[in-house]
């Protein structure tokens, strides 16, 4: 929906520094750019100056035209497990994920999240709920308080993990969509000392099919074992089939990249 002309020049006239401007536009993607409109992204990207203190974290809520819906916009320093942090949160405070996106420049140590979320109760929110919320989100991406939301495994689950260049391992997930997937999956990458760096998951009926572009080592049976609570079933595709599929992947999402995480669902533990 946007054009990285576009932002740059919504963000001319701010404080912004031009050097800044062009080391974030130059590390988003294609799939990021095309996600909101460039003055959405553009005041995302404000968030991003001045520096981030060293336990900094900046976040924005604002209403979304979805019944209940709120758009969050969360601007940290770039680590593993900020995902895992912001889906399990929410899902804590009653909240539904329909979408998210994340960016990262690790050479810039920031990142960008932004998921639009609806209450699964259909509550009205007051100021204080979303203060209470601020302070655990704060917490939890400072790694201090985390949040575990609860998940149950629903199903049998398929992983194909494939190592690709620069230290980066391409795994693709076939799950059930089931409550808490998101931060399920987030969750084990964080705790295998893993870094999503880029992804994209659709829904498709009733299963949740997404491709997790990661730093790290990723042992393809625990994860699938873990989220389907059973035997894993590790996809044996031929090599080479997955070292196209895995170009195609990088294409699209990149090293530093967007992700669009889709139709989520997690609420809390009750």
């Known amino acids: 929906m946007a054009s990285a002309a576009d932002v740059r020049e919504l963000l001319a006239p701010t404080t912004l520094p031009a050097p800044l401007v062009d080391a974030l536009l130059d590390g988003a993607t294609v799939t990021w750019l095309l996600g909101e409109p460039a003055e959405v992204l553009a005041g995302d990207l404000a968030m991003c ?16 035209t979805e019944p209940a819906g ?7 320093h770039d680590r593993p497990g900020l995902l895992a942090a912001t889906a399990g949160v929410l899902a804590w405070h009653g909240l539904s994920l329909t979408s998210a996106a994340i960016v990262s420049w690790p050479e810039l140590d920031i990142a960008l999240q932004c998921v639009t979320a609806v209450d699964t109760g259909d509550h009205d929110r007051l100021p204080g709920d979303w203060d209470d919320m601020g302070k655990t989100l704060r917490a939890a991406l400072a790694g201090t308080h985390p949040v575990d939301p609860g998940f149950v495994p629903s199903g049998q689950v398929r992983v194909q993990s494939t190592p690709q260049d620069h230290g980066h391992v391409l795994v693709t997930i076939e799950a059930p969509d089931s409550v808490g997937l998101l931060w399920a999956i987030a969750h084990w990458f964080e705790t295998h000392g893993c870094n999503i760096e880029g992804s994209t998951m659709r829904q498709e009926g009733s299963e949740a099919k997404g491709t997790f572009l990661v730093t790290g080592t990723v042992d393809g049976h625990a994860l699938a074992a873990a989220l389907s609570g059973r035997p894993a079933r590790l996809w ?15 294409a699209a999402v990149g090293v530093t990249a967007a992700v669009a995480l889709k139709s989520l669902r997690a609420v809390r533990r009750r």
């Open 236 to 250: 044996t595709l031929p090599s080479t089939a997955v070292r196209v599929a895995a170009k195609a992947g990088l």
């Open 70 to 76: 709120w758009r969050v916009a969360v601007v940290a």
């Open 49 to 64: 100056h001045p520096p981030l203190g060293p336990d900094e974290v900046r976040a924005t809520i604002k209403a979304v």
